[in-house]
Every structure is written in structure tokens, then in C-alpha cells.
């Protein structure tokens, strides 16, 4: 029955979006776009932000999803109707789903962890793009439950950040952040193909590793996105 | 003469008509209308028992029980002509004893101290005018009320003059506990009345200005003898011991651990505070001991995965050289610390596999033995150092089983220690005792701990060993018992107004990190919850100093209130987290508040049932006023666990309208925007995360490991995971099973605390708040509707 009421739900909702994607005011072109992830791998040594060596041994970002927005051009009387307060008529928020879903053509699910001692290149997939201005793009860490992926006993699948170093300092955060960074983006009628290219070094060489290992780690999320461009 | 009875008449009749008492005009003040009588166990009016005697100036006297303490009594003499007055009170077999003299005034208040439960006193008033003639009131009665019903039987096994005398303070260390004082008979004639946190070490100090120096759960207090409190300090997690210094700085005993050589250690770190909670010094041992040395069990005992290592239990500050003597019963030496630089300046104590830095601090033993697992070391007035050896068993193998109080004299010249007395306790105990010098030289013993047997022994020897004085308390277990004298007990209480001023707890209710608290008279789960009003109490994860209300507009600022009536307690917010957003691309790209109440169960009782909680939507909600919601998602996601498979942010909850699925754990981790190392206090037992719908506390999931709480243990689910791995295909019920070995949680992840309390634990897993009800449903219904379906 739940499962029920779920998808009567959940159809109300897809309802709601596509009358959002194909209102009245304007008709949404869509276009596809390739987007490749490129990290740059980290040295394994290097002086931290209070002049200290830092070696690593491990070094694992696990990346969730990468969606980009669309600058606000919506007219305001579908500004409105997209409001919460409609949303949670249709759906109450306190039973919405929120949950590891990806039905958004705006974005990309990745839920993969990388090294970063070691260069990645990776095509990660298609976005399919509403032609118009994007000006943020939300990049999302997050664990992930993909298969073990073990290094010295420890699944790093299941952090979003996981750091050891040569002092046996174990450095890790096993919870989601996501940040809003401004791109400029145009999206035309004509093919594109972006690059996400993420690199971490200048991040890491800007920590003081002196803190205690679960504010080196906040240290490092909050940073990350500074050290993220697309091209 | 006439007028004389006239005013005494007036006095019995004090209890009876305020109004028509009291004199004419100003010239006689009245008894405020606070000290009006109130009923206690045995209240008894005053009457006039004798005819006074060369009374020749017009005064009353009014004797009242005390309103809260059935061993005090309360008595008002007002005089028509500025006089000094003093008291006296007795009772048959009691020596009589005399207050300190008022200041010249017409209005005298005093509170009586030290009075026998149901025992009837006669007190008058000695009266001197400022021509210094001096008159003796009519004697008034009053019958003193019963005991609490808490007081362990004491028995007085040896009585003697030679005494020090006075009221002779203890606690049980068994929660809940209350202090008690006892007299030379050995009879109760003192309890303190107030409800305190009573911390599983509980200790009265006895100040040499007659102040009293309680050491609480996380608190400091200072009171004087009628329990009035003069100063608070809220403190961090301490444990064992705190020294008041004379700029009223605070030296306690804090605990820290670190990995060394693969293994964790659990040492000691003396603090300084000010009176406004700010650290002005501190010591850690890990920066000064040799953490490879574990001489014996103690040392090597391991807890919750921790060597208690140092395992420090005393402090004794030294005026005259600046420095500090700290008890390691682990290390079963004590350490003489330089205030000023941190230096150890020498250990006295066993040298044995001592690291070759420290070889010239130890001195050479010229007779007698070392102490073992010591407490309660001190500097005497002859100079030498008094401490009480419990001498452990497993530290002494071999080696007959005693404990025993020693004193060792040292030349810190030539680094000698002499043993130059003993005094062998008349029961062993493997843990707690103390040591007190008095003021006539004798020494006070505080036998109490566990190992003989069961009951604890107070006695006071002197110094050729005679036992002068020995109580034994039934069935009970003391940490640090207390002497104060007569004499300070009947001092006038501007001695004490004459100390310099401690600040006290700024008006409201504030934790022990500093987080400001809600306050609601007649509701004691209001305290629990964080004032979220106050900025000061807002995470500020991204260190960028703003509130998600100063990003995305006012109606974010968080808003809780909490009221009560006789049987529910309601919870009012508008749903807006204390702590930074962040965007998990979940439904909005800024956050939301919304309008929430709950009602609850004011006292829930422990029911025989369980009752599922609602598959979906609130099961309780935190103390900073945020919606919690069970161990599952719903249905799109095939009811998956959240935490294992979803996106939680650094507090263990998502979404815009933002629920907690697992423990909050920002508020134990992150500094907020008024400086608080967190919001609440972290790795620490006892403290209230949130309510269940059916009222029971959810509590953060630590207990104490030990009577002394020297450490607090994770409090574990028994909740095994079944699953493949595959977590967003597996709903969370069906692939956890319920396995009572795993730890003291029931199947809803609730227990039954050391104070017979029921709660549930945030656990770090499976199934993180709770899994079902064990309290009363009437309620949840109505605060979620799915509840039951």
C-alpha cells in the first residue's frame, strides 16, 4: 500500500514537472552534453599551510553527483507554482522522498571513489541540458555503496573523504557535502563537450595539518570546491 | 513586666497572626513574610518555658522549623533599641552551644545548624544593649523533624572527648545520593536539602573560611552551612578532584587520550579556570610521563579500549612554592608539578621502570615502603606528606592485603623520603578513601571504598595512633568524608561575605560547554533544551561566522519553546536547524523552516508492550527542536537505511525541511558562534539529545564505566546487521535483527539507567534513535498520524 501511494505520489510529481518543463511561456530545447572528469593526481609529499612534511599513503574522495542550474529566467508565476508550499500540498515533505534518486537530466550521478595519488580520467556520462544560461553547478560528495574497494582493510567506498598519512593519522569524514559554485555557461543549440576538472594539490597544500583529523577533514570539504573548474 | 509578657505572648502568637505583631511604627520591625512558619514533619510552636531572667528591655523571639530542612531551624529576635544578640540551643544530652553575636541592630535573623532529627531544643536569646547590659530571652522549644529517608545507618563504634569534634560531612557514591553530615555521636545533624547533580564522587571541602566547597556532576559549587549557594562554576567533564585558589581560579582534573604505540591511553590534564569557565593554564601528562610504564593492574586495566594509564584521583595546590602535588593512583606515585612553567619538580614514589629524563626526580626511600594506588595526597602543617595507601592487591603481589594511611617526610635536598607514621585501616578498600589533617593534628580516615566489605569507616586518629573517634556507615560506599568544626559552623556568616566574589551562573540555565538553555519553572525537560534563540548557540560548520537566517532571511532564524502542565509537555519550533546548510541537491538549493508542535507525556511510565514506531514521518524530535525520523526511507527507495545508503550531511539529517535520521552529530563536535567547543557536551553520560513521542528522553550514547565515572563508555546497539552490502536495495528492518548479547539495549534501544530511569540512546548504528515504543502511546497518534498503520 505504501509502495502504492509512492508511485501515485511520485507520478504526482512527475506530473508537475513536466508542466513545469513545458509551460505556457517557453518551449525547452534540449541539448546533450558530454561531460569527462579529469583529477589531477596529488604528490604524496608535500609542505602543508604551517610549513610542516606531510606524506600521504592513502588519499580517496568519493564523488556523488554533479548537476548544473540554470540561470532563474523562469517567468514568476511559474517561480510561484514551483513553490514548497505547492510541493508539499501535492507531496507532504515529511514523507517525500529525499532519498539516493537521480531523476533530474540536469545531473549526473557518480558514486564512485577516486584516488588521488593517481591521475583519473573518466567520462561520466551525458547531461541532458535545457539550451540557456547556467550559472551554479552543485557538486556533491558523498559515500557510496559500491562494491568494497579496499585498501589496507578499509572500505573507502563508504567515506567521502578518506586520508591516511606516514604519522598514522586517519583522516576521513563518512558524511554528504555539497556546495553551489558559480559557472558562467551557455548552452546553444550546438554540441558540447565539458570537463570537470578537479585539482586537489593547492587543496591539500592550503591545510595546516597540525588540527585534530576531523577538522583537517572539514578543512578539506570546505575547500574542495575552490578547486574545481569546468572547461 | 507586664510589657514583657505582653511581647511574648506576641511572639507565640508570630505563628499564628503576623499581622497583630510586630510593634507599633517603625520601631519594631516584622519578620518578613518569607520566614512565616511552615509545616514541616513535626512542627511545634514556640512557647515560653522558663520565666526570663533580668530581662529588662522589650524584645521577641520567634523559633521556626526551617521550611526545607527539618534539621535547621529558623529564629527572628527583634529588640526595641539597637543590641547585640546571640543565641544558645541545647537539648537533653546535648552540650549546649552558642551562635556567633548579631551585629548592633533591632532586626536578628539566624538560621540554627546542626540539630538532631526529632529532638526537642530549647534556645534563647542573650541580648546586650548598647549600655552593654546584657538580658537572657525566655527559652523557646522547637522539635527538630525526621530525617530523609535516605540516610544510611550509621553506627558509632568508638566516641571520645579528645575529639576534633563537629560535623563530619559524606555522600554515598551510589546515585542518587545526597550529603550528610553526622556529629560526634555520631547522629545525622546536617543534610543538604537542595536537589544538586550529584557526581559518582561526590566530595564536600571544607574551606578554611567555613564555606563549603561541594564538587557536583560537572559543577562546582560553593555553599555556606545552611546550604545557601554563594557561587557556581559549570565546568567541562572533570573527574575526582578541584582546588579552589585563592583569585578563585579552579584547578580540576580533566581526562584525555591518545594512541601511543598502537595503543590508546587514557591520561590525566590538570585545567586552571577562571570563575568565567576560561582555561588559563593547564598540564597534560601526556607531555610530561612516560607512557610506556604501566607498573601494574590499575595501569594496565583497559576500558572501552583505553589503558587507564595515569588514572589521577587527587590535587593539592602548594601556596608557598607555586606548586601543585597530583595523585597518579595508576602510576602510584604523586607528582609535584611547578605552577609556572609546568615542570615536574619531583615523584614520590616507586622508581621502578622509571624513564631515565626523570631518574633525578624520585627520592631515596630510607625506611619504610612505598605507598600503592594511593589517594588524597597532602602537604600537612608539619610539612611532610599525608596520603592514604590502598595498597592494592594486584599492585603488591605477595604482600599482605592492608590499607593504611602513611606520612613520608621528605628532604628535597639530598632527595630522601622517610616513612615516619602509619596507620592501618580497619578494613582494606581497593578503591575511593581520603585524608584530612585537622586543625589539632589529628587525621581524618576516610576508609570507604569496597574490599573488605561493604560498609564504609570513618575514624579519626592521633597522632600516636589512638583511635579517637570511628563511625561505620551500613552498606555504603564514600569517596572523601570531611571535618568542620564547631567553631566555624557557629561563625558569623559576614566571614564569609568577606571572601573575595566568585561570580555565579549567569541568570538562566547554561551546560557545561557554555550552550544557554531553556528555563521553564515547574518543567524539568525544558532545561534539556538548547535556547536556539541565542545566536551564540548556532554551529557554525563552515567557519564563515553567518546563520543560514543571515544567508537566506529571517524566517530561518530557529525558534523553541517548551511549556508544561501537569501531564504533557508541548514543544513548539519552527523546524529551522541551529547549524549551517548544506546543499545536497535534495529537493531546493536553500533550506526551509515550517511550524511544529509536539505534545508528550510529561512522566511516562515503562509499559510491558513495544509499539512500532511509524515507518515514515516524526518518532521524536531533538532538544533543539528538530523533527527526528525512524531508521528508514520510504518507499521510492525501498525503505532503505538512510545512513548507510542516503545522503546525511555532517549532522545526521537532510532535506530542506530538515529530520534527523541518525545521531546529531554536529551538536558534539563543532564549535558554535559563542565559542563552545560544541553545542552539547561530548562523550559525556547523561546527557538529552531529544524525546521519543512516548516521552522517555533519548539520551547521547554514553554511561559512566565506573563509580567514579573516570570514564564514559559508548553505549552500543544490539541491533547485527544482515544485509549483503547492497544498501539501497535492502529495506532496513528486514535485514537487522535484534540480538540481546550485543549490549544492555532492548529491542527499542532503551535501558534502564543507573537512576532506575528508562531512556533510549542514539546509537551509532542501527537503529540510531530508537526502533519501537516502551512508553505510553496516547500521544503519538496525534502527533503523527501514520503511527499504528
Known sequence: MSRLIGLVLLGLLCSSTQSLAHGDEELLQIQKVRLQLNIEPIAANFIDANNKPVTLTQAYLSLFSVEMIRCPTLPKHVKRRTSSN??????????????????????????????????????????????????????????????????????????????????????????????????????????????????????????????????????????FHQQVELN | MPTIIAKTSCAIMLSLLLISCGGSGDTTPSIPPNETPTPTPTPTPSVPETPPAQDTSEHTISVNNHPQNTLMAQVAVTTTENSLVSLEYQAQGIAAKETYQSDSSKAHAFTLVGLRANTTYTITANITNEQSQTVTSQSQTLTTGALPTDAPMVELVNGSAQSNGGITFFASTTTPSRFYGVDESGEYVWYLHQDVPMSVSPTIKVLTDGRLMLLLSREVRLIDITGQTLATYSLPAYHHDAVLLSNNNLLILTSEVQTHNGEQLKGDKILELTPQGDTVWQWSSFDHLDTSRFPGALANRVINGQKDWTHSNALFYIEHDDTIMLSSRSQSWVININHSSGDIEWILGDSQSASVPASDKFFNLTSGTWMASQHAAMLTSLGDILLYDNRNEAELAGATNYSRTVRYDLNTSA?????????????????????????????????????????????????????????????????????????????????????????????????????????????????????????????????????????????????????????????????????????????????????????????????????????????????????????????????????????????GGHTRQYHFHERAKCFFQWQTLGGADSLLPAQTANVVLGYALDGFPIMSPYQCSDQACILAIKVESSYRYTGSGDYANENAWDNHQYEESLSPLDQCNGMIDQNGNYAYYATDTFPYYMACYRGPTDYISVNNPRFGQ
Request: charged share 15%; glycine share 6%.
Open chain 1, 86 to 223: 505547492l510541493l508539499n500540498w501535492i507531496i507532504p515533505a515529511a514523507y517525500a522522498n529525499h532519498g539516493v534518486r537521480f531523476d533530474k537530466p540536469t545531473q549526473i550521478p557518480i558514486m564512485q571513489s577516486f584516488n588521488l595519488l593517481t591521475p583519473t580520467t573518466l567520462d561520466l556520462g551525458e547531461l541532458s541540458l535545457p539550451v540557456g544560461h547556467y550559472c551554479e553547478m552543485n557538486i556533491t560528495l558523498a559515500k557510496n555503496s559500491k562494491p568494497l574497494l579496499a585498501e589496507q582493510g578499509v572500505n573507502v567506498n563508504r567515506y567521502s573523504l578518506y586520508l591516511t598519512t606516514n604519522a598514522d593519522a586517519k583522516i576521513n569524514a563518512n558524511y554528504a557535502y555539497g556546495k553551489n559554485t558559480f559557472i558562467a555557461l551557455d548552452i546553444s543549440d550546438k554540441s558540447h563537450e565539458l570537463t570537470l576538472a578537479i585539482n586537489p594539490a593547492k587543496l591539500f597544500t592550503a591545510i595546516d595539518f597540525g588540527q585534530s583529523e576531523s577538522h583537517i577533514a572539514r578543512s578539506i570539504l570546505l575547500n
Open chain 2, 415 to 651: 632527595m630522601t623520603a622517610q616513612q615516619t607514621w602509619q596507620y592501618v585501616a580497619p578494613k582494606y578498600t581497593q578503591s575511593l578513601g581520603d585524608v584530612d589533617e585537622l586543625s589539632n593534628g589529628n587525621v581524618l580516615i576516610t576508609a570507604g571504598g569496597p574490599g573488605t566489605h561493604n560498609d564504609a569507616h570513618i575514624i579519626e586518629v592521633d597522632s600516636q595512633s589512638q583511635e579517637i573517634w570511628h563511625i561505620a556507615i551500613a552498606d555504603t560506599s564514600v569517596y572523601r568524608a570531611e571535618r568542620i568544626e564547631w567553631s566555624q559552623i557557629l561563625a558569623p556568616p559576614s566571614t564569609q561575605a568577606n571572601q573575595p566574589s566568585v561570580p555565579t551562573t549567569p541568570t538562566g540555565n547554561v551546560n557545561a560547554n557554555g550552550t544557554t538553555m531553556l528555563q521553564v519553572e515547574g518543567c524539568s525537560q525544558a532545561s534539556h533544551f538548547v535556547d536556539t534563540n541565542d545566536r551564540n548557540n548556532y554551529i557554525d560548520y563552515n567557519l564563515d561566522g553567518q546563520t543560514n537566517a543571515d544567508l537566506y532571511g529571517d524566517n530561518l532564524t530557529p525558534t523553541v519553546a517548551v511549556t508544561c502542565d501537569e501531564n504533557s509537555v508541548t514543544v513548539t519550533s519552527n523546524g529551522a536547524t541551529n547549524f549551517d546548510w548544506v546543499n545536497l541537491g535534495q529537493g531546493g538549493a536553500t533550506p526551509n523552516a515550517g511550524a511544529y508542535q509536539w505534545v508528550i507525556p510529561k512522566s511516562p511510565t515503562l509499559t510491558n508492550t513495544t509499539q512500532s514506531i511509524p515507518l515514515l514521518g516524526v518518532v521524536g524530535f531533538t532538544v533543539t527542536g528538530i523533527q527526528i525520523f525512524g531508521p528508514n526511507e520510504n518507499a521510492a527507495d525501498n525503505y532503505a537505511d538512510p545512513v548507510t545508503d542516503g545522503l546525511l550531511n555532517y549532522c
